[in-house]
């Protein structure tokens, strides 16, 4: 995400918590507090986040120092330092919950991609995100999964053709639907095909397809595939597929597997703010 878009954001979100104040902060702390601040994890797992961090921080007041102690893709332990904020105490815990809910869903996205992206390193497998990601995070989910070492999908509908079961109802089969979007697309668009059996796998070779997505097949069913299409098309798993199953998966021989899960479901690292006495 570009600066300009995250900030614009940023911003969005800033208000939306502040609305006409922090009257907890108003309340208690006198205008000219100042304080530090130190962010800390109480788990483990993956870093991811740091720099949106000290954005929320800046933005909501440019007289903050912002030290980063940890960088994204760092492990995380118990009591590791991530950061030091130092300023005004009413600054700092405004600004507090909306910069730790960004940090701890990131680094629980990096968390989960980077499990399951080493389950499938040794079968020169890539683990890709999916278009199931959280309304107005999805630039910043896509980054954290490629944090944990996973790999980015199409970014939306309009970089990539992507043809579903519902797509190829609606146009009449497999055949039709990639005769169509050859047709439409440019030599510049890749265009992928979800398919449910060997049948339908010969009809998406058949049919020019870039990309053949195998959708919730059992692995046998998935080697049956990837000897048939035997590199005439980047092959794809795809449905229900975790760490229980995701070394079957690839095992199969398949190129890419895609996992909803790495944004949809994530659990967040647990991550702490907690200040000094107030001068």
């Known amino acids: 995400m570009r600066n300009f878009a995250l900030d614009d954001s940023l911003r969005r979100w800033l ?15 006198p205008e000219d ?16 986040g740091v720099e949106v961090a000290r954005r929320v921080f800046q933005l909501l007041d440019p007289g903050l120092e912002f030290t980063a102690l940890a960088k994204d893709g760092d492990p995380l332990s118990y009591g590791t330092k991530i950061a030091e904020i130092r300023g005004s105490a009413r600054s ?15 680094s629980g996205v990096a968390t989960q991609t980077r499990q399951l992206a080493d389950l499938a390193r040794p079968y020169g497998t890539r683990v890709v995100d999916t278009r199931k990601t959280t309304p107005g ?7 954290a999964v490629r944090v944990g070492g996973g790999h980015n999908h199409r970014l939306g509908l ?24 050859k047709a439409y697309a440019s030599h510049m668009t890749k ?3 979800e398919v449910e059996s060997l049948e339908q796998a010969r009809e998406a070779v ?4 870039d990309v053949i997505m195998l959708d919730n097949m059992a692995p046998e069913a998935m080697k049956e595939c990837v000897a048939m299409i035997a590199h005439r ?3 794809e798993a795809s449905g229900g597929i975790n760490a229980a199953n995701l070394q079957a998966a690839a095992a199969a021989g398949v190129d890419v597997i895609s996992v909803g899960a790495l944004t949809h479901s994530v659990k967040a690292v647990d991550i702490s703010l907690d200040v000094g006495k107030i001068k």
């Open 191 to 193: 265009i992928e095909i």
């Open 137 to 143: 995070l999805r630039q910043l989910e896509k980054y």
């Open 206 to 209: 058949a049919g020019g397809a």
């Open 33 to 48: 507090a100042v304080t530090t601040g130190l962010i800390h994890s109480k788990d483990t797992g993956i870093l991811c």
């Open 233 to 235: 098309a980047v092959v």
């Open 15 to 29: 208000e939306e918590d502040i609305g006409t104040g922090d009257l907890t902060s108003q309340a208690l702390i």
């Open 92 to 106: 700092v815990l405004t600004g507090e919950r909306l910069a730790l809910n960004l940090l701890q869903h990131l």
């Open 158 to 181: 309009y970089d990539a053709i992507l043809i579903k079961d519902n797509h190829i109802a609606v146009a009449g089969g497999v055949k039709e639907a990639l005769a169509r979007a």
